[in-house]
């Protein structure tokens, strides 16, 4: 979770490596709903960071 104005992480969420599209999609669902980030003016982001699946 990512300010947007000052461009500071706020938390960190881990994924298993393995997680499937599904699973990343609903954690960054709930992640969203937890912050609020996806209310008018929230400032808020999700960026989902990480390398390649092996």
């Known amino acids: 979770m990512t300010s947007v104005d000052d461009g500071m992480v706020i938390a ?3 994924l298993d490596r393995d ?3 599904a699973v990343i999609a609903t954690r960054l669902a709930e ?3 937890r912050h609020g980030a996806a209310e008018p003016g929230s400032g808020l ?3 989902l960071m990480g390398g390649m699946r092996a």
Do not use: F
């Open 12 to 14: 960190r969420y881990p």
């Open 19 to 21: 997680a499937d599209d």
């Open 31 to 33: 992640i969203v709903s």
């Open 45 to 47: 982001d999700v960026r």
